[in-house]
């Protein structure tokens, strides 16, 4: 039993905090700015003058539905506003300084016959350009996307190429190299190996603009083998030395409590709703939440320590606090907190999808064999209809705890149990049914819910969160 609850507890995140900001406070849809930005999508991109409180038009999601297809001219109007929206789905590299950039970069704004623009990091370093000193490409949220390819690509920002092959990650998601290697050059125009030297030589770049390590700690803690090929690639990709890089950065103030870094997210973001949400559903034993912060003790492939995330209003970004004994598994902790704080949503493209103002012995025995053989780590890219088809198979599991667990330990934002009583009740609440005893039938739900797809499991937290506080925590599945 204890191995049960701890495999649950590893893979327990939460993908659907942020939406409460979106659905509590959907006067941010209308806030009065100074650039009205309407953003239908990449092939109409609009930016103008006005100054009235004008609601965005209906198709404003389209385009932060990720691809990999960029239009040039629509781009740089997104650049010209300096939209948050667009923060990590592409990056603007210019041509006359060997720079790329956040879209939200705030130094003067280039031409628009100076500027390219790449889905990803990876891909603009590859066309030998270096990353902004002062907008940081590094502290970029990710572009959340429901695809194999992204799914690879988190792997690999996990750390699963720093001590393993192509060849073993390639078995591990159910491809051949060859495939594999075809997958992410398709999506995003580099090899793997080409995805992975960007991601360690982002992650030391932050490293040394954020912390007083030595470089030597962190060339090992980016996932590099070797302190000579970290300076190697660092010194031909950027065209300085890693010392070089903390003489021209302000250096920063040394830490004795643990290691302090960044991570940026997607605004809005409700960070007292998310705090909310994890101390009521917290474990005594392993977790503190007050009204600031998050803390919580760690173990990662044999490392343990501790972590504590807070956010102190002022920018968009947690700052993420750990102890030194969790360096060697770095990549994989800053994947873990970015899962579990849900960073890489895109509240507004979530806000627009939803349209809103989850025999007892037998089946633990079950699941705890299942969670053993592996079956709460899917294939990467595997569907929810598979995965869910997969639970299903387990005595005692049914259609209601089967979308639970895809929801919460699985992290698929489409899982939505529809047999859950008070998700059935607040959606006659929504229907100003008369009687609250008179609510919709499972069936009746999951065909009203039909209009939130791909984003249904936002749309569950929405709807337990808008009922009474007595009623906040999911119902049971009927039998």
């Not at 900001?21 to 930005?37: G, T, Y």
């Not at 270096?130 to 990710?142: D, G, I, Q, T």
């Not at 797809?453 to 808008?466: D, F, N």
Request: a positive charge; aromatic letters at 8%.
């Amino acid at each position: 039993m204890r191995k049960v609850r701890r495999l649950c507890r590893r893979h327990l995140t939460f993908t659907t905090a942020v939406a409460i900001a979106c659905i509590q406070q959907q006067r941010l849809a209308h806030i009065d700015v100074r650039k009205q930005l309407a953003l239908p999508h990449l092939q109409a991109y609009k930016v103008g003058m006005d100054t009235q409180t004008t609601p965005p038009p209906d198709d404003d999601g389209d385009l932060l539905a990720a691809t990999p297809t960029l239009d040039a001219a629509s781009c740089y109007r997104a650049v010209t506003a300096r939209d948050t929206r667009f923060d990590g789905v592409f990056f603007t590299a210019v041509k006359t300084t060997g720079i790329y950039c956040r879209p939200v970069c705030s130094a003067k704004t280039p031409a628009a016959s100076s500027c390219t623009f790449f889905t990803s990091a990876a891909q603009a370093e590859n066309a030998g350009f270096r990353p902004c000193l002062r907008c940081r490409p590094e502290l970029a949220p990710y572009a959340l996307q429901q695809n194999l390819a992204y799914a690879v690509w988190q792997k690999i920002c996990a750390g699963a190429l720093n001590h393993a092959s192509l060849d073993e990650l390639a078995v591990e998601v159910g491809l051949s190299s060859r495939q594999l290697r075809r997958v992410l050059l398709q999506h995003f125009g580099v090899a793997p190996v080409e995805l992975a030297q960007t991601q360690r030589l982002l992650l030391a770049k932050q490293l040394l603009t954020e912390t007083t390590l030595p470089v030597t700690e962190i060339a090992f803690a980016a996932g590099f083998g070797s302190l000579r090929r970290f300076n190697d690639l660092f010194q031909t990709r950027y065209k300085l030395a890693p010392s070089q890089l903390r003489v021209r950065q302000r250096a920063p103030k040394a830490d004795a409590q643990g290691i302090t870094l960044k991570l940026a997210f997607r605004p809005p973001f409700n960070w007292p709703g998310m705090l909310d949400y994890f101390f009521s559903r917290r474990l005594h034993s392993v977790a503190v939440v007050d009204q600031s912060s998050y803390r919580r003790s760690v173990l990662l492939n044999g490392h343990s320590g501790w972590l504590a995330v807070q956010h102190d209003g002022k920018g968009n970004f947690l700052t993420l606090q750990f102890s030194t004994s969790l360096l060697p598994v770095l990549p994989l902790l800053l994947t873990r907190v970015r899962e579990q704080f849900d960073l890489d949503a895109n509240p507004e493209l979530i806000r627009h999808d939803l349209h809103l103002p989850g025999r007892r012995a037998e089946t633990v025995i079950a699941f705890a064999r299942f969670a053993q053989a592996g079956g709460l780590q899917p294939p990467a890219g595997q569907d929810l209809a598979s995965t869910l088809a997969q639970l299903q198979s387990l005595p005692g599991i049914g259609a209601w705890s089967a979308n639970y667990i895809a929801l919460r330990a699985l992290r698929y934002p489409d899982a939505f149990p529809s047999g859950d009583l008070v998700l059935q009740k607040a959606l006659g609440r929504i229907l100003q049914m008369d009687d609250e005893e008179k609510r919709p039938s499972a069936k009746q739900l999951e065909k009203h819910a039909q209009r939130w797809q791909p984003w249904r499991g936002y749309a569950a937290l929405a709807l337990w969160h808008s009922m009474p506080l007595i009623q906040q925590a999911p119902g049971t599945e009927e039998t």
